[in-house]
């Protein structure tokens, strides 16, 4: 393959957008990590991304150094009418997810990177080689796994925690609750992160492979995972045990820690090729002249795409994604949040109606900063090891499946056992969840048309359609920042107005908490 300028532009603008792609993911994606922590005031969001980012790079390191070019199999290269079919294919990836990942975090929507990569990637193979360069069969599955785990995700943070709920009651910190229920509660919770650990987080580490060999291979998952709980509950057994006053306070949230902590170096490992898989086949194809199914990667530069993901998510735009999720799932009266009209209408019809049903969750307390605990440490704990749990189940049947996804289903489903909405602004927050659920879909949708046109016209028109691309991609950014900062201060300004609204209709006296007092851009 002789190279020509055209080829060392691409190389040159692939490197520029695998930098930029991969802290986009910080942005969006990594940036739900740290949820349920701060949600429940567990850590500051400062705290936590620092806990989690430093996470989300040793999982970076400890990812496979052979990555997929072609995501999941969803189309084959080789099918591709030349190189410069490949080539047009992956800057079009790129290309659409940079103004994608950045637009929806801008409004603080959670998107998913894999679903976004996996469609875009079929649209523009779809676009450059036909219907017979598409894995069908595989797409088909994709599409049932990301559904499947919703639903799983759901439904088993519902199940969960209105369970734990009705056990522990309003107060996690409590000495009597703690010592009778705390240990089989947390064996419970603890289970399915050593699951998620062997079955996902660092299923590419050379001791865990071997545990997992000697453990949930010979004995049976069921079996492993029995004997697993047996001697997780008696070790907080004992910890209540010879250090109760400590353990009472620190139990709950010490578990939601730690599954943050698992969640992201479990994405740091596997969700790193989302953000360099286009960029590695080009440099591949550059390289060697030759399209590859897999490329192998230094260590050094996993490092790096680590700390990208990391910078990502101490940006503005994924603080707005972090409130954004948290009062979606806050048991606070008035939320800061946009939900449209229709969303809004849709969720009348499925939330109570005032007065019809009680909260179970605690009633909302301010932490020493005066910042508003959107929900209680019991809660947080719930979240991440039910995520955990269920990427882990998913990922030993071999279905892929979203961490985005997967989590905010936890949160959702967890707030709807504590009847969360029953109180305050309860059509907002289901109207947010309905249109983040939307999205969702449409992202994909928008990521395959996008994606399939960009790489036609890079087709077509060779550097001067990536340049058209690469503008359109510039002005998109800026005109996007320009309507989201827009945006916030509209959102402001309602969430101000429907504060003074609720004070007088409840004749000033009201002691309601509000979520948007305390969550302001500097989180």
């Known amino acids: 393959m002789e190279l020509t300028l ?6 040159a603008i692939a490197l520029i957008m695998l930098i930029w792609n991969t802290v986009e993911v910080g942005r969006n994606d990594a940036a739900n990590i740290v949820n349920a922590v701060f949600g429940a005031r567990v850590l500051t969001r400062r705290r936590a991304v620092w806990i989690a980012g430093i996470s989300v790079i040793i999982g970076a390191m400890a990812s496979s150094p052979v990555m997929e070019t072609a995501r999941k199999g969803i189309f084959d290269p080789a099918s591709l009418p030349g190189i410069d079919a490949a080539i047009s294919v992956y800057i079009g990836v790129y290309l659409t997810n940079t103004v994608l990942l950045y637009s929806f975090s801008a409004y ?17 193979g779809f676009a450059m080689g036909g219907a017979e360069a598409i894995h069908w069969d595989k797409s088909t599955q994709v599409i049932l796994g990301i559904i499947c785990s919703i639903l799983v995700s759901g439904i088993a943070g519902f ?12 107060d996690c910190e409590d000495p009597d609750t703690i010592k009778l229920h705390g240990p089989w509660m947390a064996g419970a919770l603890l289970t399915g992160l050593v699951y998620f650990l062997l079955m996902k987080g660092m299923k590419n580490v050379g001791f865990v492979k071997a545990i997992k060999s000697g453990t949930l291979d010979t004995l049976g998952a069921p079996f492993a995972l029995l004997i697993v709980w047996a001697a997780l509950t008696a070790l907080t057994f004992l910890a209540i ?19 943050m902590i698992a969640t992201a170096v479990a994405f740091g490992q596997n969700d790193l090729a989302n953000c360099a898989s286009p960029g590695l ?11 590859a199914g897999e490329v192998a990667v230094p260590w050094f530069a996993l490092f790096c795409c680590g700390v990208l993901l990391f910078l990502g998510m101490t940006t503005k735009t994924a603080q707005r994604v972090t409130r954004a999720a948290v009062n ?10 946009y939900a449209p009209q229709w969303c809004i209408a849709m969720a009348r019809w499925i939330v109570p109606k005032t007065g019809q049903d009680h909260a179970l969750a605690p009633q909302p307390v301010s932490n020493d900063n005066e910042k508003l605990q959107h929900y209680d440490a019991l809660r947080a704990a719930v979240i991440t090891s039910v995520t955990g749990s269920v990427i882990a189940f998913a990922s030993g049947m071999g279905l892929p499946v979203s961490t985005t996804y997967v989590a905010f289903a936890a949160m959702i489903s967890t707030g709807w056992a504590d009847k969360i909405f029953a109180r305050g602004d309860a059509a907002l927050k289901m109207g947010r969840t309905i249109w983040v659920v939307f999205c969702w879909f449409f992202s994909a949708i928008l990521a395959a048309v996008m994606a399939g046109v960009i790489s036609k016209l890079i087709g077509f028109l060779g550097l001067f359609g990536i340049l058209i691309g690469l503008g359109f991609n510039l002005v ?23 504060k003074q609204q609720f004070i007088e209709k409840a004749g000033g006296k009201s002691d309601a908490r509000f979520a948007s007092d305390a969550d302001n851009d500097q989180m």
């Not at 055209?6 to 190389?11: E, I, P, R």
């Not at 606070?332 to 949040?337: A, I, N, S």
């Not at 309507?483 to 300004?493: S, T």
């Open 281 to 291: 086949a080009i440099f591949m194809i550059l390289q060697n002249g030759s399209l």
């Open 241 to 259: 045990h010879f250090w109760g006053r400590f353990i009472y306070k620190r139990l709950f949230a010490g578990l939601a820690v730690l599954g």
């Open 108 to 124: 603080g929507m959670p998107v998913s990177t894999t679903a976004c990569l996996v469609f875009a990637l079929l649209g523009s």
């Open 476 to 498: 998109s950014r800026l005109a996007i920042r320009q309507r989201a900062n827009k945006h916030e201060a509209q959102l402001k300004e309602q969430a101000a107005l429907r």
């Open 159 to 170: 199940l969960v925690q209105r369970m734990f709920r009705g056990v522990v009651r309003e």
């Open 328 to 337: 979606t799932g806050s048991q606070g009266d008035l939320v800061r949040l």
């Open 6 to 11: 055209f080829h060392y532009l691409v190389g």
